[in-house]
């Protein structure tokens, strides 16, 4: 409801001598049909974690070690030797004897030598000619598999490859709004509104949650602006849906795991491309949740997604083309949520099963009675709140730059 002054609220109100200020009988379908705007509709997709309990909200996310790698490798000139160039990371997965498979390669390579800064592979399967094959694949890009790790009866345990932990965070940010009635105004009666306090209260509550829905998509970090970020202690804010993807560990560093500048019109392609990336990167398992999340431009541009092949049938009465519902490549199907806040130039890949709103605890929404001033009596409606978005750069998505 829009209001040109906050006198409406506070003056004696009834006497006016201009007829916008006669506003004591008002119907109550007028004051809910001023209601614009209100749109908040991601927050229904996002489940209430438990509270937290520090401005600076920190949760922990485990990995398991991988069955994948890159490293730069080169052919020797006997071609039955494959030298690699690997790092700490890469080295827990070639031990000893280890057998590997290139990603578009048709042979198997065994590990025979294991130094802890470099590995060198023979050929095991074929056992001729498969080698030649290699120079194709050996390259900083190429993926290789670890298919088998053979472990003998009498060697000893192998050494510990757990990954280390990664400790995440968000920062607290309370949002409010404040009503104030005077002894007059609470008095007069109003024509099909039982309590115009309570009704503003009303309002007020769906401005902040409005505002909400606004931070958790596009929120940045108001931070005291060293590299690392800390939060501000009296102006801080949270990191975003957006934000987070791009920078999930708040280093100011930006990441492009599962982002994909597009400079273009949005596609089936480019939405197909970025699923992968996720599914690459070790999103879409099996507990996941994923939705597409997109602002009312590229929503008209999924909806016409292969428009012409609808069938329309003689005296059919309804017009236009609607997709709420994307099926993968993959086969995974994906509802498109509709958000007005969302920018008009991206589209969001959110897994809900990861992603929770977090209230500090006891400050979740609230209404609370300020001291009286004079005969005006205030209400404050608070909370604080933040998202915890886990694996931002693993199991969400983003494209930007979409025309």
Known sequence: MTMTSASFMTGTGGWGSALLTKLDKIDMSQALAAVLIADKALLGHIKMGPPGTNIEHNWLEDELVGATFQALCSVSTSVSLIGFSTSTSVNILLPSNVLIQPDGGDFVLQVAVSDGTSAVETALYPSTGGIAYASDVCAATTTWRVIGKPYSDVASASDDISQVRAKRRNFM?????????TQTRKGVDMEAVVDELQLQIGYRTMEIKRELDLAVINGVAYADGASTKSPNL???????????IRDPDMDNGLEDTTVTQVSGALTIAY????????????????????????????????ASWEKELRRVEQGERQVGYYRDIFLSDMGVELPVVLDRWMPKDKLIVLDRSRISLIPLQGDSWHAEKMA?????????ISGQYTIELRNADKCHGLLYDLS
Do not use: H
Request: overall charge positive; hydrophobic content about 45%.
């Open 234 to 244: 009296l102006l801080r804010t949270m990191q975003g849906i957006i934000w987070s």
């Open 372 to 380: 009286k001033t004079g005969r005006s009596e205030k209400w404050q």
């Open 271 to 302: 939405v197909n491309a970025l699923l992968y990336k996720i599914y690459d990167a070790g999103g879409l398992d099996e507990k996941a949740d994923p939705i597409i999340l997109v602002g009312p431009a590229q929503q008209r541009v999924i």
């Open 173 to 181: 940010q309370i949002f409010e709004r404040a009503v104030e009635i």
